[in-house]
């Protein structure tokens, strides 16, 4: 079956679509031999080449769609390189496939990870037409009043647009410290911090506990994964209206 072929360069690990694209705008990439434009098509048995070098496209091909869920720790980075030399989530993961992360969590923030080998998959879990809930458990420093929570869930200005919670409900905790339970249907950067910030509000704890219908297991220690029962899978490719 052909597909584009920027989405074959980036599932075979090249790098991702936009980059692939950037290469074929450039006339860095042929297709058997020929110059390729955007909106070419190839197949696995097609001769691809970049700058000359002939790729492997079949290098991660696999039949079967596979989702891993991580209990990501504080502390480490969601990127594959680090100036600083810290510990990625993808040294965390088992080898000899290439997992594609769902999302990503900030520095300070833990729990759930998800990760598959199927990029359609995760282009539309992150995509916000999917509207896939994101749940958050959060410990805020301050005292929430009922004016704020209804601010919170009906709407708030950030710099980059209006943001909001789909849900939020009161947890535990005493003193100034409390705990609650968020519900994000997007995916805009640091939205859960930033949103508790913009009302003067200090977020000390962060954990994302659910996306989905995927919830982080209890017995899943910290920079632990486990493989998502097939099942589970079905779900996921069912939710974004994809088949396996």
Request: proline residues 2%; glycine residues 8%.
């Amino acid at each position: 079956m052909s597909q584009r072929l920027q989405k074959l360069i980036a599932n075979a690990g090249y790098g991702s679509r936009r980059w692939a694209e950037k290469l074929i705008e450039q006339g860095r990439v042929t297709l058997n031999s020929k110059k390729v434009q955007i909106g070419d098509k190839a197949t696995l048995d097609d001769q691809v080449r970049i700058d000359g070098q002939l790729i492997n496209l079949k290098r991660f091909v696999e039949d079967e769609t596979k989702v891993l869920i991580l209990n990501k720790q504080a502390g480490i980075i969601c990127s594959t390189k680090d100036e600083e030399g810290r510990k990625s989530v993808f040294e965390l993961l088992p080898k000899n496939t290439r997992w594609i992360m769902v999302g990503r969590l900030d520095l300070n923030t833990s729990g759930l990870l998800l990760f598959t080998n199927n990029g359609e998959l995760a282009n539309r879990l992150m995509h916000p037409s999917s509207e896939v809930d994101r749940e958050y458990a959060v410990r805020v420093l301050g005292k929430v009043e009922k004016e704020d929570i209804n601010k919170l869930t009906s709407g708030v200005k950030l710099e980059d647009g209006v943001a909001k919670f789909h849900k939020l409900t009161v947890g535990g905790g005493a003193g100034a410290n409390r705990w609650y339970r968020v519900v994000l249907r997007e995916g805009k950067r640091r939205e859960v911090r930033r949103l508790w910030e913009a009302l003067g509000f200090t977020v000390s704890r962060l954990i994302r506990i659910r996306f989905g219908d995927i919830r982080l297991p209890e017995n899943l220690r910290a920079n632990q994964s486990e493989y998502l029962k097939p099942k589970q899978v079905k779900a996921l490719l069912n939710l974004v209206n994809l088949k396996e």
